[in-house]
């Protein structure tokens, strides 16, 4: 059974910097992609960042603000956030892909985490 387990989300002010975990357990951690995905209230699940076997990618606006990382050995995978806005306020889910092939869309994820929960606010 795989599991997926988020941490590190909270309240933070806009420019401020947060970094989110994700700990994996059920399935060999290194050949599967890992992504990010976020949902703000009243919106679609968006795609965020994604670490795999043929690189990383990211979501248009967060491009340049966040970035994507893991530790195939402690099998966790990060999201390091800076200069946050307003707008990255959602919950945030870490996902493991189908396979090793770096994927940006929900329908190539077959887990998922319960989300953390991310509030950019003054």
């Known amino acids: 059974q795989v599991q997926l387990v988020e941490s590190g989300g909270g309240l933070v002010q806009p420019g401020g910097s947060l970094r989110l975990s994700c700990a994996a357990s059920g399935r060999t951690f290194s050949s599967y992609t890992m992504g990010w995905f976020r949902q703000a209230p009243g919106k679609e699940r968006e795609f965020v960042a994604a670490?795999?076997?043929?690189?990383?990618e990211y979501g248009y606006s967060v491009k340049g603000r966040f970035t994507i990382s893991r530790d195939n050995a402690k099998n966790t995978v990060y999201l390091q956030m800076n200069s946050l806005k307003p707008e990255d306020t959602g919950v945030y889910y870490c996902a493991s892909a189908r396979g090793p092939f770096t994927a940006t869309t929900r329908g190539s994820y077959d887990y998922w985490g319960q989300g953390t929960q991310v509030t950019v606010s003054s």
């Open positions: 670490s795999g076997g043929t690189g990383r």
